[in-house]
């Protein structure tokens, strides 16, 4: 690729090198037509390049509704296999060299939940032909400006033609990429769709759908719920597999987290007998990915709070890290293996099904009122913390304002705005909760810490840690009453029918 991008070589759950390279890909995308040149911009003109792009997937589209892309690119008669995968600051690449006989392994193995034995094959065959311009700016390179124009190929005839202008952001602050890209709008360019090149060569569209109309059954708004949450789950499986990047854990950890919720909350709209033993699995599911994401949080905390220590002080706590890392990498291994298992692939079926099928049965409740439910649980559970509430307790009303938030989503489409402002309060007193909880947390990690040393030096700086610890709960403590007392308020308007 000519763009730099931050790149890092992954091992696999073992000790065996995969060949596998990963970077993220922030990139803005815009629409050209016939007609369009690319204006004088400072820099250097990149080499001319011509890349046949094989894109592969299961047969019913799988992979690109996940939002993931499988290609084999060829160059000069040089192979490259690459991924693309959902990333929250652009897409994450991911390549290994390889030829046209199998998708290679490392990366065959990353979509294992995806294609569950099913094989991946050729879908469409791109070619493009493309130029431009790496920009620079005062400090040096800012984005490397691309213009592509695609045909794509059926039967090596060309059945389709189309054009995009590709922004890759390379080291560039903010302000210097919405300059260039205001220029090339000037030069004639407009809004893209966003869509990948291989969704604009199948008339794939970009977005999963638009929630269902408020009056639409509620079989419909449980499907569109528990499907947006499986997609979620399943679009970040592969870059947990692969490791490197926390928010792959974290998104998994929340879809999965949400899945097990809507199905308690929607108890009175489903069969029991199919609920318990999903969210059991759920649960299991759950347990897995807990252990990564609580060492990911704690480990990002403390080389943040490494940072701001003196040289001296520092080395105990960067020996700490190392150990977090050390336990974090075991983590890994354990959860590799178990999304390998056939317990975890059966789960994935099971999650396919009940959001395409979910056994909805008679009954009276509403959306509303199952929602309406969760607040007033949640209210309860508020009443009985008291002026000093231990840490146990503010973990539960924690739980509880997940499945008030949870329950207000699930119910959004029906009731409208007043739920959306309650279920973005609730965040932020989630949120402030999981501060807390964090603190509670990162305080048994640095205990350990000293029961483990005797050295002087680690426990002054434990003990700074703890007192940090100490007021980062009193400061979340002191702030939750207004925090409460907003999200009540909300409450009380969103399901004053229903209370």
Known sequence: MNARKSSTSFREAGSRETGLR????????????????????????????VLTSTYYDARDYRLAHAGITLRRRVERRSSLWQLKLPSEDGRREVE?????????????????AHLRGDEAVPVATLRT?????????????????????????????????????????????????EHLEGALREAGAGDHDGRPKLFQALGLPSSPGEPPAADA???????????????????????????????????????????????????????????????AELAWLG?????????????????????????????????????????????????????????????????????????????QATLAAIAAREFKKLRRAMKQLGRTPSHATLHRARIQTKRARYAAELAQAVVGKPAARFTDQAKLYQDLLGVHQDSVLAEQHIRALLASTHG?????????????????????????????????????????DEL
């Open 217 to 279: 059954p509620i079989a419909d708004h449980l499907m569109f719920m528990l499907g947006r949450q499986v997609t979620a789950l399943l679009a970040h499986d592969p870059g947990t597999r692969l490791g490197g990047e926390i928010e792959d854990v974290h998104q998994m950890r929340v879809a999965t987290r949400r899945l097990r919720t809507v199905l308690r909350v929607a108890r009175p709209l489903l069969d029991p007998e199919w609920i318990e033993p999903l969210r």
């Open 22 to 49: 990963a970077s993220i890909e922030r990139e803005t995308k815009l629409s050209v037509d016939s007609t369009f040149r690319l204006p004088k911009l400072p820099g250097r003109t990149l080499p001319k390049r």
């Open 129 to 177: 032909w493309r130029t431009g311009v790496r920009v620079r700016g005062p400090a040096g390179p800012v984005a490397d400006v691309l213009l592509d124009t695609v045909s794509v190929l059926q039967d090596w005839r060309v059945t389709a033609r189309f054009r995009e202008l590709e922004i890759e952001r390379l080291d560039g602050d903010a302000a210097l990429i």
């Open 287 to 363: 347990g897995l990915l807990g252990p990564a994401r609580d060492l990911d949080v704690q480990m990002s905390y403390f080389r943040d709070e490494a940072a701001t220590l003196k040289s001296r002080d520092r080395r105990p706590l960067e020996r700490f890290i190392e150990h977090l890392g050390r336990t974090r990498e075991a983590a890994q291994r354990t959860l590799v293996d178990q999304l390998e298992s056939p317990r975890y692939l059966k789960l994935v079926g099971r999650l396919l099904l009940a959001a395409s099928q979910p056994p909805v049965v008679a009954s």
């Open 96 to 112: 290994i060299a390889g030829g046209p006989d199998a998708v290679p392994a490392p990366l065959a193995r990353l979509l294992i």
């Open 456 to 496: 002087l030096r680690t426990a002054f700086v434990a003990g700074r840690m703890v007192e940090r610890q100490r007021q980062r709960r009193e400061n979340a403590r002191a702030a939750l009453p207004a925090r409460w007392k907003k999200l009540k308020k909300l409450g009380k308007k969103a399901w004053r």
